[in-house]
């Protein structure tokens, strides 16, 4: 069974710091992670997609990388602002028939002034 | 955003009594899904579509059934309501193929 974890839960970071946010899985035979953002009592948003295939993506000031092999994914946030505070959540898609995503809880990020 | 509106946004019960969801798309994407999002449990699946008509269990689904008679709406029941159902619903969409699945805005729901 799939599991998927993010550490630490939550973090707490200066306005315009770089930072990484770690995503590890323990099952390689995946077909795509995705990283979703979620501000409180809102939906998820869907920041960006990695096929099994691909290294990384980035998306203006998100970059995503995925080293299958090992099973981690790293989401590196350029340049953070107050704007960025949110809970981000990684989730892989497992393969295999009419495959689901699973989840991990997510990091809760507060950027600070 | 993706076309994925849900219905009702709020809602407060009393145990014991029916409750649906409604989860409506514009997108004509092929699958659907049901999440129920819980502190300390994070986000899990209760149910999901790849067709019309065509649905199966995800990992708890006690306590609730599914339906999807067109593409664009799958519902999700409680049949007799609960206090542990007390959650926010998300429902999902994603297309056929290696794609992004985007949520929706979700249910808060409260069974008193």
């Known amino acids: 069974k799939q599991e998927v974890t993010q550490i630490p839960a939550a973090l707490s970071v200066p306005e315009g710091e770089n930072l990484v946010l770690n995503c590890s899985f323990t099952?390689?035979?995946?077909?795509?992670l995705q990283w979703f953002r979620q501000d409180p009592g809102k939906g998820l948003t869907s920041l960006l997609l990695i096929q099994s295939s691909q290294r990384e993506q980035t998306s203006g000031r998100l970059n995503a990388s995925l080293d299958k092999s090992s099973g981690r994914s790293t989401l590196y946030i350029a340049a953070s602002q107050p704007g960025d505070s949110a809970t981000y959540l990684c989730?892989?898609?497992?393969?295999?028939?009419?495959?689901?995503?699973?989840f991990g809880k997510g990091i809760t990020l507060s950027v600070r002034p | 955003d993706a076309g994925i509106t849900q219905s009702p946004r709020h809602k407060v019960t009393e145990t014991g009594t029916p409750v649906t969801l409604r989860c409506h798309q514009t997108?004509?994407?092929?699958?659907m899904y049901w999440y129920r999002q819980d502190p300390g449990h994070g986000l899990r699946l209760i149910h999901y579509?790849?067709?019309?008509?065509?649905?199966d269990k995800g990992e708890v689904s006690d306590g609730y059934s599914v339906s999807r008679s067109k593409t664009e709406d799958f519902l999700l029941t409680l049949e007799s309501a609960t206090s542990s159902q007390t959650s926010v619903y998300f429902c999902?969409?994603?297309?056929?193929?290696?794609?992004?699945?985007?949520f929706g805005p979700g249910t808060r729901l409260t069974v008193l």
């Open positions: 579509s790849y067709g019309v008509k065509d649905t």
């Open positions: 997108e004509n994407h092929r699958y």
């Open positions: 099952d390689s035979a995946i077909y795509n």
């Open positions: 989730a892989v898609r497992s393969t295999g028939a009419n495959s689901k995503l699973t």
């Open positions: 999902a969409i994603r297309e056929t193929g290696y794609n992004e699945q985007f």
